[in-house]
């Protein structure tokens, strides 16, 4: 059994890969991932969910099943997100699966949307699949893999029930915990904590900042040290009640591909980001408007990356989840 086991949890990990790679890409849905196994555990198809009205990830994946003449082999089902069973823009992925020979389902999640949680799962189990949550794999990595998922949802799960986007806030501290860079640089962490950083920016649908960031640094806000997506752009909202941004910046910002926006109230903003269904915003801001959020509890994670005092050493990077529930 484990010798199954384990091949189930590779082909979680890489379902999750494949959502991940396009985190920041699907909104209004959620990113999702779905490999395909035959009845021995071989891989036979991976997919995601690539852009919202192009197929869900279980579709695509058994797409290209039936381009490879594979169709017949699909025995087990792998899939970061419970199969959704209404229809949308696209048809129920339960009724996708269930044209097919699959016999197993593994889930990450549940489907966070207040229509529609345990739905699809019921819907196959009641089809006569084996349908089983991803955490209760006879493996290790089962709790570890299950928390991923959750996290992978999160800003979803979060959207779907409170209209607001997931928070996350990014911070450099550097090895005095200070948040100001020296003068004539506007950063001080690594090349590596700077991928890392633009990661998360290609995650995120919107980027929050301040006033006081825009004067004193000019930022770009664009994704340079990672590829981003093709053609997406993303929001750039600036927390200005004076009105001390300067017209020309907001124009630049539009040429590089943001629609940059002015606002004067924290709540108010993660409401119309929501309504615009924004699922992730990156708070990257100077210490005002990153004290601003955590005073409110309107953050939901915190990555933070300091600068070792060992020089050559790598920055450490944290993570800080405000919630417990809302761990990954
Ligand atoms: N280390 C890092 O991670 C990091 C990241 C970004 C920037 N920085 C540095 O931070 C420095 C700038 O710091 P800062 O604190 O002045 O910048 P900031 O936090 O980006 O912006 C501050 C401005 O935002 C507005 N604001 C603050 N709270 C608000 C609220 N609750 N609602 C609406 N607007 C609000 C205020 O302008 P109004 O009063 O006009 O509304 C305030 O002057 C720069 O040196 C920059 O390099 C560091």
Known sequence: MIGRASRVADAFRLALEEAHT?????????????????AVGEVLAKAAHVRAGQ??????????CRAAGLVERIHTAVVTLEPCSHTGRTPPCTEA??????????????????????VGFARLGQAGLAVAMISELDHPDAPELARAAGRLIAPFAKLSRTGRPWVLVKTALDVR???IPPPVAKTFTSPQSLAHAHRLRR??????TGSGTVLADDPTFTVRHVADHPGRRRRLAILDRRGRTPGAYLDAAAARGLDASLHTDIP?????????????ALVEAGPT?????????????????????????PDRVEVRTRLASAQP
């Open 268 to 280: 108010a903003l993660l409401d119309k980001l929501g309504a615009a269904g924004v699922l992730s």
């Open 177 to 179: 915990s200070g948040m």
């Open 203 to 208: 995650g995120c649908e919107a980027i929050i």
């Open 97 to 118: 699966l269930l044209s097919t020979p699959v016999r197993a389902v593994w889930i990450g999640a549940l489907d966070p949307h207040p229509r529609a949680p345990g």
């Open 289 to 313: 408007v990153r004290q601003a959020f955590l005073d409110a509890e309107l953050w939901d994670e915190e990555v933070v990356f300091q600068r070792s005092a060992l020089p050559g050493d």
């Open 55 to 64: 197929p869900h990830a279980e579709a695509a994946a058994i797409a290209a």
């Open 22 to 38: 396009f985190v920041g890409a699907t909104a209004p849905n959620p990113p999702v991932g779905c490999v395909l196994l035959d």
